[in-house]
């Protein structure tokens, strides 16, 4: 679980009996996972490593599978950044491993900014990115950056997040150049290319 957030998804999969490493570069997530999984009876085994240099920690090949949830790689703003760090998942994965990715439907954001800034922004809210108590919206969209509001209902309390909008093709393409042999996306868990989904997955197979 290459960024692991507040714990849900390598909570889960180590409570179906998976083997997982979980990496997380910032403390506060950690600390929160560490805490989640203690009130879920299960242990995290835990790293803080740069995607950019995974490889001065973990050996090549140590992996069946790799999952990079969340909308993740779009913390990284340069394409020499996000391909050397899919590059780096790539040579963790033993042959015929996969890795499994996700990302925001931002080119719906980019070519509806100035309606979403009114205040119009489509999320349906059927799936389970943000729980149904925590509000995301864009406020800032440029073709460079959307700056993300998330706010809990409950308390009334803000977080921002400063994002990457990957045009529509854009993270298949970085995908197709480091080179898996098979390629398949999702649009809000079903097959295929919808440009009305909220998100899309990718799963690759080394």
């Known amino acids: 679980d290459a960024s692991l957030g507040d714990g849900c ?5 180590l409570k179906q009996g998976f083997d997982v490493t979980s990496n997380e570069i910032d403390k506060t997530f950690l600390d929160k996972a560490l805490e989640n999984a203690k009130i879920e009876n299960v242990k995290l085994k835990t790293t803080a490593l740069d995607w950019r240099k995974l490889d001065t920690e973990l050996a090549e090949e140590s992996f069946d599978a790799i999952i990079l ?3 993740s790689l779009t913390y990284l703003f340069t394409e020499k950044d996000q391909l050397e760090t ?8 033993r042959s015929g491993g996969v890795l499994v990715i996700d ?12 309606k979403i800034l009114q205040g119009d922004f489509k999320y349906s809210g059927n799936y389970v990115y943000c729980g149904d108590k ?12 959307v700056k993300m509001e998330y706010t809990d209902e409950r308390t009334g309390k803000k977080g921002y ?15 197709a150049k480091t080179g898996f042999a098979s390629i398949e996306q999702f ?20």
């Not at 990302?103 to 100035?114: F, P």
């Not at 925590?134 to 950056?145: D, L, Q, T």
């Open 9 to 13: 998804d390598s909570i889960y999969l």
């Open 69 to 71: 949830l969340g909308n």
């Open 134 to 145: 925590v509000h995301g919206k864009p406020i800032e969209i440029s073709n460079e950056r």
């Open 103 to 114: 990302e925001r439907n931002y080119q719906y954001i980019l070519d509806n900014r100035e």
């Open 161 to 175: 997040l400063i994002l990457y909008p990957f045009r529509r093709g854009e993270v298949k393409n970085l995908l």
């Open 86 to 93: 899919l590059r780096q998942f790539k040579r963790l994965l």
């Open 187 to 206: 649009s809000d868990y079903k097959v295929g290319e919808n440009h009305n989904a909220d998100f899309y997955q990718y799963v690759c197979i080394k």
